[in-house]
């Protein structure tokens, strides 16, 4: 089934030209925060809206999907999908679903779990690997863990899967997995890992000899990088790149710069965008903008401290940033540079403009699709391509 949804984005008079359009507008988010905590900075969370002046098309190219995770191009065009229980799609950009490809590990769908983010090698054409996050049910617990293996000449299996590496320690939760992959310059994966949710495990985000709660640099191999912040260190893991974090569902790199942006979740409220350096501490759980879920404080109700990093931005309420990208297309040359971020209960897409490392501006897309936007990506087209918990693809461009 195909839909064609329009969204017409009225002209607007454009007062300032340090991104193109007018920052005077109202914050998008319009609902109380959670709690009463000051900002680090101006413009660290509820930054003036923008609004796009050109006229942009969202259209769903299928409703097939089973709950769709991440979101990946081949170099012809089409799209890798990675549905939660277990299975990977290639879709058509007209909206044509695969049947289920095989030989993937088992994965443990249950809670947050499942199958998760999605990359194909750079040299896809001549190797045909593929790279994948998963939750790798193990005796002990669940991780998150990393695969590869070479797509069937004929696209219905995953040949010699194997899994490369384990964030350790394993743990009996199905929350807060992280999962999100990137290939960076060099060649190597950059992994995203949550904390696994409760309480005896939160700590571990603060361990320097834990997978939990970190961004992680590997080889192809599942190795630790070459180059990485903690390399012989005594008693810190070498593959950590960053750590202090909760729930990252988010990674993208900056197409100009090169650098490393991240989103993850808070608890209630605190959902962050951290720009990401290596070997630094994000902070939790010692600082947060969040609250409890019960409406109780974090620890000791810390924002700020020496030696954490603060996010570049953050949201309270929280809009759980999932899958994110930054556009490099001309198709919409307003939209140049900007990141991309699928929400999951604030069932939009977020526009951040950045501007000298900072958000400058906010505008929220698809609002009115109420669907959870759990990643994105650009297309060969240079259109973005997203996919929703409900099941859909869509298309979303110029008109």
Avoid: C
Wanted: glycine share 12%; hydrophobic share 35%.
């Amino acid at each position: 089934m195909k839909k064609s949804i329009l969204i017409m984005i009225a002209g607007i008079s454009l007062a300032s030209s340090s991104f193109g359009q007018t920052a005077s507008l109202s914050p998008v988010e319009t609902k109380d925060p959670n709690s009463a905590y000051k900002s680090a900075f101006p413009g660290q969370t509820r930054i003036a809206g923008i609004k796009s002046a050109t006229n942009y098309e969202g259209k769903v190219l299928t409703e097939a999907l089973k709950s769709p995770w991440g979101i990946t191009s081949l170099p012809d065009g089409r799209l890798l999908i990675t549905e939660k229980e277990g299975t990977m799609r290639i879709v058509t950009t007209d909206g044509k679903v695969s049947e289920p490809i095989t030989g993937i590990p088992k994965v443990n769908p249950s809670g947050q779990g499942g199958l998760l983010g999605v990359r194909v090698d750079p040299a896809f054409e001549t190797n045909r690997m593929v790279y994948w996050v998963f939750s790798d049910p193990l005796a002990e617990g669940n991780l998150t863990a990393v695969a590869k293996g070479k797509l069937s000449a004929d696209e219905k299996k995953i040949e010699g899967a194997t899994v490369i590496y384990q964030a350790t320690p394993a743990y009996k939760g199905n929350l807060h997995y992280g999962g999100r992959i990137l290939v960076d310059k060099t060649g190597n994966l950059i992994i995203s890992t949550g904390e696994r949710s409760d309480l005896v495990t939160r700590p571990q985000a603060q361990s320097l000899n834990s997978g939990l709660g970190k961004v992680i640099r590997i080889t192809k191999d599942g190795k630790p990088a070459p180059g990485n912040p903690f390399a012989g260190q005594a008693g810190v893991r070498p593959e950590l790149y960053s750590y202090g974090h909760r729930n990252v569902q988010s990674l993208a790199f900056d197409p100009v710069t090169g650098d490393l942006w991240e989103g993850e979740f808070g608890p209630r409220g605190g959902d962050e965008i951290n720009h990401i350096k290596p070997g630094k501490n994000y902070g939790w759980p010692t600082i947060t903008y969040g609250i409890e879920y019960s409406g109780k404080q974090v620890g000791d109700a810390i924002q700020q401290k020496e030696g954490l990093e603060q996010p570049a931005y953050y949201w309270d309420p929280s809009v759980s940033p999932s899958g994110m990208t930054f556009y490099s297309s001309d198709r919409i040359p307003e939209w140049k540079n900007n990141l991309f971020v699928g929400t999951l209960s604030g069932m939009h897409i977020a526009r951040l403009v950045i501007k000298d490392g900072k958000i400058v501006g906010e505008e929220r897309l698809l609002a009115d699709q109420f669907q959870r936007f759990r990643d994105i990506t650009q297309g060969k087209d240079g259109a973005l391509y997203a996919i929703t918990d409900q099941g859909r693809l869509y298309r979303i461009d110029k008109k």
